[in-house]
T-cell receptor, first 116, second 113 residues
Framework: GESVGLHLPTLSVQEGDNSIINCAYSNSASDYFIWYKQESGKGPQFIIDIRSNMDKRQGQRVTVLLNKTVKHLSLQIAATQPGDSAVYFCAENILKGGTSYGKLTFGQGTILTVHP | DTAVSQTPKYLVTQMGNDKSIKCEQNLGHDTMYWYKQDSKKFLKIMFSYNNKELIINETVPNRFSPKSPDKAHLNLHINSLELGDSAVYFC????????????FGQGTRLTVV
């Protein structure tokens, strides 16, 4: 069945360190994998996505890695800052037709805490 | 200007009541969504509309009825509220159905007592 989950529910890092947030998925039919950030009291905010035919994509201070062999997705945040403290969700999107079309399926979420 | 705005931000109501949550987006997007986030932060899609047409309707009780008067608005009406409906409800929009980047509202915290 479809499921997107996370290995670690919480992650604490020092300011300036690099952070790695992991996600496991089971649906090989997903076309895109996406990372969202949710700050306290706010709605989720898009960070970066990666198409299923890629294995790496970089953004500003963030890198997403996709390993389809083991169905694993990770988000790396370089030089983590206190403002990065939030809940991070991985999600998947299926572009094919059918009932899953256009549906973002979210994982459980990882709480990232950055200590000054 | 707020891109996706939903009202109210907080809603406390008694069991059995009927309530509505309103959502508006000023991004010119074609697709709008309602998500429910439970106490464990799990986010699950409820409905999706594209150009006022329902395209995703997850297994949601009939007590929940979305209405899209135009593509900039997607309201959620809930009848006969139950304790288990307590959650944070998020409205979101995206340019199209296939877009991975959805813009979320601030959420409506619904508490049923």
């Amino acid at each position: 069945g479809e499921s997107v989950g996370l290995h670690l529910p919480t992650l604490s890092v020092q300011e300036g360190d690099n952070s790695i947030i992991n996600c496991a998925y089971s649906n090989s039919a997903s076309d895109y994998f996406i990372w969202y950030k949710q700050e306290s009291g706010k709605g989720p905010q898009f960070i970066i996505d990666i198409r299923s035919n890629m294995d790496k994509r970089q953004g500003q201070r963030v890198t997403v890695l996709l390993n389809k062999t083991v169905k694993h997705l990770s988000l790396q945040i370089a030089a983590t800052q206190p403002g990065d403290s939030a809940v991070y969700f991985c999600a998947e999107n299926i572009l094919k037709g059918g009932t899953s079309y256009g549906k973002l399926t979210f994982g459980q979420g990882t709480i990232l805490t950055v200590h000054p | 200007d707020t891109a996706v705005s939903q009202t109210p931000k907080y809603l406390v109501t008694q069991m059995g009541n009927d309530k509505s949550i309103k959502c508006e987006q000023n991004l010119g997007h074609d697709t709008m969504y309602w998500y429910k986030q439970d106490s464990k932060k799990f986010l699950k899609i409820m409905f999706s509309y594209n150009n006022k047409e329902l395209i995703i309707n997850e297994t949601v009780p009939n007590r929940f009825s979305p209405k899209s008067p135009d593509k900039a608005h997607l309201n959620l009406h809930i009848n006969s509220l139950e304790l288990g409906d307590s959650a944070v409800y998020f409205c979101a929009s995206s340019q199209g159905v296939a877009d991975t980047e959805a813009f979320f509202g601030q959420g409506t915290r619904l508490t049923v007592v």
